[in-house]
C-alpha cells in the first residue's frame, strides 16, 4: 500500500511507493521525480501524465492541511538555499555552448534600384566631352558606374540619348544629350562611329551584350512607334553592326522579333529589312548576308517579311529588283527552284517505291513540270536519281548490283524515253549516266551495260552514243569509259556500213 508523504524535522525523508516496491529518496541530494510528485500531490496539484520516463511512478494519497504546510515551507526554503535548481523538472541541467560565440549570418543588403540617376551620369559624360565618342568612351570605361545593374538603361542612352519609360519608347524624365543613334543623319557615315563606340565599350564589358540584345528586341518590337527616318536609322545601324562583326550578337535577336503579325501586316518589316539588306550588302558579299540568314533561321522563309497578301515569288523579285537587289533574287529564284526539285523527286520516289503503273507516274511527272516551270535537262536528271534511289542494292555482290540496275531500266524505260525527247536531252541522260558510274563505285563497271540496256530499249539514239565517244565534253572517268565502251561503238560503226 503506498504511504503519506512525512517531513518532520531537519532530516525528513519524503518517500513515494513506486510499483516495484523501492521508495524513492529525496533529501539534501539531488530532488527525483517522485519528490516532484509528492510535492505536487501535497499540493493537490494534478498532474495528469506522468513526467517522460517515470511511468511507474503511482499517486500518492493526499495529506493532512498540516502536512501541506510543513511540505511547502520546507520546500519553499531548499528553492532558496539552491535557486539554480528546478524542484518541479529533471534535475539533470541543460547542455549550455559556454564560452562559444554565435555569429550572425551577414545579409547582403541590396541597394535600390535608381536607373534616373545612372541615365543622368552618362548623359553628363556625354555633354562634358562635347559629344566626342572617342572621350565619351574614355571616360565611360574609367567610370565607377554600375553597368551591370542599369546595362539597359545605359543602351537606352546610346540609342536615343536618356531614359525611355518602362514598356515604351516615350522619353522618361531626366537631362538628355544629342549624340544618339537616332539623333544622326540617316547615313552610314555619321551612324558608324555610334557601332565603332558601342564595340570598345563591349571589349570591355562584354557582359553587356545581353543588355544590347534586349534593347535592340525591344525597339524592334516596337517599330510602329518610330517615324519612317527613325527606322532607317535603326536598320543602317543593324546591318552596320553585323558588317562590323560586333561581338556576340546573335542574327536572330534581329530577325525574329521582326515577325509580330501586325508589323508584318503593314508593311513596317518589309521597308526595314530592305534598307537593312541594302545597306549590309555595301561591304559584304551575298554569301555573308546568307550566312547571317542561316544562323537567323530566316534563310528559307524570306517570305514571312512580306505582308501575307503579297507573299509570293512574283511579289519578292518585283520588290527586290526595283530595289536593286537583283542578286538576291536570282538567289531566292534558285531556292524555290531547288525545293520545287525536292518536291518532285520525292512524289517520284514514291510512287516508283510503290510501283505505282508507269503511266500514272508518267502523268505525275509531266504535272509537276508544268507546275513548277522546270526545265527538260532538270527533269532527266531527276528521274535518273530517282531509278537509280529506288534500286534494292546488295551488300558487295556485284552481279546481285548489276542485275538489280539493268532490271530497274528495263522496267522504268518507258518513263525515261517520255522525257527524252531529243538528242540534247540524251545526251545529257548519258552524261548523268557517266557522273554517277563515276562517283559511285558499284556502278563503275556498269556503265557500258547500261548505255548499251538504253539503247536497246530505245532511250537513247546511235548517234547520240556516238557523239559522246566522240566529243564528249564532261572529263569525269571519261578515258575509262569510253576504253569500256569501245567494244559497242565499234559493233555500231560496223552495222552502220553494212547498212
Same mark, same amino acid.
Given at each position: 500500500?503506498?504511504?503519506?508523504?512525512?517531513?518532520?524535522?531537519?532530516?525528513?525523508?519524503?518517500?513515494?511507493?513506486?510499483?516495484?516496491?523501492?521508495?524513492?529518496?529525496?533529501?539534501?541530494?539531488?530532488?527525483?521525480?517522485?519528490?516532484?510528485?509528492?510535492?505536487?500531490?501535497?499540493?493537490? =496539484?494534478?498532474?495528469?501524465?506522468?513526467?517522460?520516463?517515470?511511468?511507474?511512478?503511482?499517486?500518492?494519497?493526499?495529506?493532512? &492541511?498540516?502536512?501541506?504546510?510543513?511540505?511547502?515551507?520546507?520546500?519553499?526554503?531548499?528553492?532558496?538555499?539552491?535557486?539554480?535548481?528546478?524542484?518541479?523538472?529533471?534535475?539533470?541541467?541543460?547542455?549550455?555552448?559556454?564560452?562559444?560565440?554565435?555569429?550572425?549570418?551577414?545579409?547582403?543588403?541590396?541597394?535600390?534600384?535608381?536607373?534616373?540617376?545612372?541615365?543622368?551620369?552618362?548623359?553628363?559624360?556625354?555633354?562634358?566631352?562635347?559629344?566626342? =565618342?572617342?572621350?565619351?568612351?574614355?571616360?565611360?570605361?574609367?567610370?565607377?558606374?554600375?553597368?551591370?545593374?542599369?546595362?539597359?538603361?545605359?543602351?537606352?542612352?546610346?540609342?536615343?540619348?536618356? &531614359?525611355?519609360?518602362?514598356?515604351?519608347?516615350?522619353?522618361?524624365?531626366?537631362?538628355?544629350?544629342?549624340?544618339?543613334?537616332?539623333?544622326?543623319?540617316?547615313?552610314?557615315?555619321?551612324?558608324?562611329?555610334?557601332?565603332?563606340?558601342?564595340?570598345?565599350?563591349?571589349?570591355?564589358?562584354?557582359?553587356?551584350?545581353?543588355?544590347?540584345?534586349?534593347?535592340?528586341?525591344?525597339?524592334?518590337?516596337?517599330?510602329?512607334?518610330?517615324?519612317?527616318?527613325?527606322?532607317?536609322?535603326?536598320?543602317?545601324?543593324?546591318?552596320?553592326?553585323?558588317?562590323?562583326?560586333?561581338?556576340?550578337?546573335?542574327?536572330?535577336?534581329?530577325?525574329?522579333?521582326?515577325?509580330?503579325?501586325?508589323?508584318?501586316?503593314?508593311?513596317?518589316?518589309?521597308?526595314?529589312?530592305?534598307?537593312?539588306?541594302?545597306?549590309?550588302?555595301?561591304?559584304?558579299?551575298?554569301?555573308?548576308?546568307?550566312?547571317?540568314?542561316?544562323?537567323?533561321?530566316?534563310?528559307?522563309?524570306?517570305?514571312?517579311?512580306?505582308?501575307?497578301?503579297?507573299?509570293?515569288?512574283?511579289?519578292?523579285?518585283?520588290?527586290?529588283?526595283?530595289?536593286?537587289?537583283?542578286?538576291?533574287?536570282?538567289?531566292?529564284?534558285?531556292?524555290?527552284?531547288?525545293?520545287?526539285?525536292?518536291?518532285?523527286?520525292?512524289?517520284?520516289?514514291?510512287?516508283?517505291?510503290?510501283?505505282?503503273?508507269?503511266?500514272?507516274?508518267?502523268?505525275?511527272?509531266?504535272?509537276?513540270?508544268?507546275?513548277?516551270? =522546270?526545265?527538260?535537262?532538270?527533269?532527266?536528271?531527276?528521274?535518273?536519281?530517282?531509278?537509280?534511289?529506288?534500286?534494292?542494292?546488295?551488300?558487295?555482290?556485284?552481279?546481285?548490283?548489276?542485275?538489280?540496275?539493268?532490271?530497274?531500266?528495263?522496267?522504268?524505260?518507258?518513263? =525515261?524515253?517520255?522525257?527524252?525527247?531529243?538528242?540534247?536531252?540524251?545526251?545529257?541522260?548519258?552524261?548523268?549516266?557517266?557522273?554517277?558510274?563515276?562517283?559511285?563505285?558499284?556502278?563503275?563497271?556498269?556503265?557500258?551495260?547500261?548505255?548499251?540496256?538504253?539503247?536497246?530499249?530505245?532511250?537513247?539514239?546511235?548517234?547520240?552514243?556516238?557523239?559522246?565517244?566522240?566529243?564528249?565534253?564532261?572529263?569525269?572517268?571519261?578515258?575509262?569509259?569510253?576504253?569500256?565502251?569501245?567494244?559497242?561503238?565499234?559493233?555500231?560503226?560496223?552495222?552502220?556500213?553494212?547498212?
Amino acid at each position: 500500500m503506498p504511504r503519506n508523504v512525512a517531513g518532520d524535522g531537519e532530516g525528513a525523508t519524503f518517500a513515494v511507493r513506486v510499483d516495484d516496491g523501492k521508495d524513492a529518496e529525496a533529501g539534501d541530494g539531488e530532488a527525483t521525480r517522485g519528490k516532484e510528485y509528492a510535492i505536487r500531490n501535497a499540493l493537490e =496539484l494534478t498532474i495528469p501524465t506522468p513526467i517522460k520516463g517515470s511511468t511507474n511512478i503511482t499517486r500518492v494519497p493526499s495529506c493532512s &492541511r498540516r502536512e501541506k504546510g510543513r511540505i511547502l515551507s520546507r520546500f519553499l526554503v531548499l528553492s532558496c538555499l539552491e535557486p539554480s535548481r528546478s524542484w518541479f523538472m529533471s534535475s539533470k541541467e541543460k547542455p549550455t555552448l559556454g564560452g562559444t560565440r554565435i555569429k550572425t549570418r551577414k545579409r547582403n543588403i541590396t541597394a535600390p534600384l535608381d536607373p534616373a540617376a545612372f541615365a543622368d551620369a552618362v548623359v553628363q559624360i556625354y555633354l562634358e566631352n562635347a559629344g566626342d =565618342l572617342e572621350l565619351v568612351a574614355k571616360n565611360v570605361e574609367s567610370s565607377d558606374l554600375n553597368f551591370s545593374r542599369y546595362g539597359d538603361t545605359f543602351f537606352e542612352v546610346v540609342f536615343t540619348g536618356g &531614359r525611355t519609360q518602362p514598356g515604351t519608347i516615350k522619353p522618361d524624365e531626366g537631362e538628355r544629350h544629342p549624340c544618339s543613334v537616332l539623333d544622326c543623319h540617316p547615313k552610314r557615315e555619321a551612324i558608324l562611329p555610334s557601332v565603332l563606340y558601342i564595340q570598345k565599350i563591349l571589349r570591355r564589358r562584354p557582359f553587356l551584350i545581353k543588355n544590347l540584345e534586349n534593347v535592340m528586341r525591344k525597339f524592334l518590337q516596337s517599330l510602329e512607334l518610330f517615324e519612317e527616318n527613325e527606322r532607317k536609322k535603326l536598320a543602317i545601324f543593324t546591318a552596320l553592326t553585323f558588317s562590323q562583326k560586333l561581338s556576340g550578337l546573335p542574327p536572330e535577336t534581329v530577325f525574329q522579333p521582326l515577325l509580330k503579325d501586325n508589323l508584318v501586316a503593314k508593311g513596317l518589316v518589309l521597308s526595314f529589312i530592305t534598307d537593312f539588306f541594302k545597306e549590309y550588302l555595301v561591304d559584304n558579299s551575298l554569301d555573308d548576308l546568307i550566312s547571317i540568314l542561316k544562323r537567323g533561321k530566316m534563310e528559307d522563309n524570306l517570305l514571312d517579311f512580306f505582308p501575307s497578301a503579297r507573299r509570293s515569288a512574283e511579289c519578292f523579285s518585283e520588290h527586290f529588283t526595283k530595289e536593286g537587289l537583283l542578286a538576291l533574287v536570282e538567289y531566292h529564284e534558285k531556292k524555290i527552284f531547288e525545293v520545287k526539285l525536292k518536291e518532285m523527286k520525292s512524289a517520284l520516289t514514291t510512287q516508283i517505291a510503290e510501283e505505282t503503273d508507269i503511266s500514272e507516274v508518267i502523268e505525275t511527272a509531266k504535272q509537276r513540270v508544268k507546275d513548277a516551270n =522546270l526545265p527538260d535537262v532538270e527533269v532527266v536528271r531527276i528521274l535518273w536519281d530517282v531509278l537509280m534511289d529506288a534500286v534494292q542494292w546488295s551488300g558487295k555482290n556485284q552481279q546481285q548490283n548489276a542485275n538489280a540496275a539493268l532490271r530497274q531500266v528495263k522496267t522504268w524505260a518507258g518513263l =525515261l524515253n517520255a522525257f527524252c525527247t531529243s538528242g540534247k536531252l540524251e545526251l545529257e541522260l548519258m552524261y548523268k549516266v557517266q557522273i554517277q558510274c563515276y562517283e559511285d563505285a558499284k556502278l563503275m563497271k556498269l556503265f557500258p551495260e547500261i548505255i548499251r540496256s538504253l539503247y536497246e530499249l530505245d532511250v537513247l539514239a546511235e548517234d547520240t552514243i556516238l557523239l559522246w565517244f566522240r566529243k564528249g565534253a564532261n572529263p569525269k572517268g571519261r578515258q575509262t569509259f569510253v576504253k569500256a565502251l569501245e567494244p559497242f561503238v565499234n559493233w555500231l560503226e560496223e552495222a552502220e556500213e553494212e547498212e
